[in-house]
């Protein structure tokens, strides 16, 4: 089954608007990870936060996570046309080596 | 290589055929990794592989699906006797450390089955 859920499904927003996608999970986990996924390709890692992390940046993005909730934000600023894509959360559970991917938010920037 | 290679990057099959989907992973890496993708959804564990050994198999949907991976490099999916809902993408990517580091992911292998 899915470890993570996100939110919302979808997401439509105009240039330069910032852009917010949540996650949660089930398990303990050693990190979170975001990757995008332009259509019909395949996916992109964004950025990585571990669970002893709290917030982490980069460039434009800016990642949350609340491990007592066990959920994760990402946030995009400043949105661009060229940011639209889908982009999941994956979760490595403590004590295995495999990354368990969320549902994915489709975000559309209209210019 | 540069980045994962997948092949056949698109495969079209009858019911009831075998298909053998391949993945070159980045050289030197020990991890590689199946996921299944279906039309618009997330992605579906299937496989991963530290070095030759499948240490966690659990997300293979049936007996009909096996992987392989040889030198520590290249894998293979197959899938036997594919039905239509096996009609997925599938993605592999790999990794060069353990415990949940980043993945690099190949372009994926489309499959339907007609």
């Known amino acids: 089954s899915q470890q993570g859920e996100e939110d919302p499904q979808a997401l439509s927003i105009q240039e330069g608007e910032n852009a917010t996608m949540n996650c949660s999970y089930k398990?303990?986990?050693?990190?979170l990870q975001w990757y995008r996924q332009n259509s019909g390709r395949g996916l992109v890692h964004l950025i990585l936060?571990?669970?002893?992390?709290r917030e982490k940046h980069s460039g434009r993005l800016r990642v949350t996570l609340d491990t007592s909730k066990k959920s994760s934000s990402l946030l995009i600023t400043a949105s661009r046309a060229a940011d639209t894509a889908s982009y999941f959360c994956?979760?490595?559970?403590?004590?295995?080596?495999?990354?368990?991917f969320g549902t994915g938010t489709r975000l559309q920037v209209f210019p | 290589g540069a980045g994962v290679s997948q092949s056949p990057s698109n495969k079209v099959t009858e019911k009831g055929k075998d298909v053998e989907l391949r993945c070159d992973p980045i050289s030197g890496h020990t991890a590689l990794y199946w996921y299944r993708q279906s039309l618009g959804q997330g992605l579906e564990f299937l496989i991963y592989?530290?070095?030759?050994?499948?240490?966690?198999k659990s997300g293979l949907p049936s007996d009909r699906f096996s992987a392989e991976r040889t030198g520590g490099s290249v894998s293979t999916l197959t899938i036997q006797r594919t039905q239509q809902e096996d009609s997925a993408v599938y993605l592999c990517a790999s990794s060069s450390f353990r415990q949940g580091a980043e993945l690099f992911f190949g372009e994926g292998s489309r499959l339907t089955v007609l």
């Open positions: 994956a979760t490595a559970p403590y004590n295995t080596d495999k990354l368990i």
């Open positions: 592989f530290q070095g030759n050994s499948a240490p966690d």
């Open positions: 936060i571990r669970s002893n992390e």
């Open positions: 398990t303990s986990i050693n990190n």
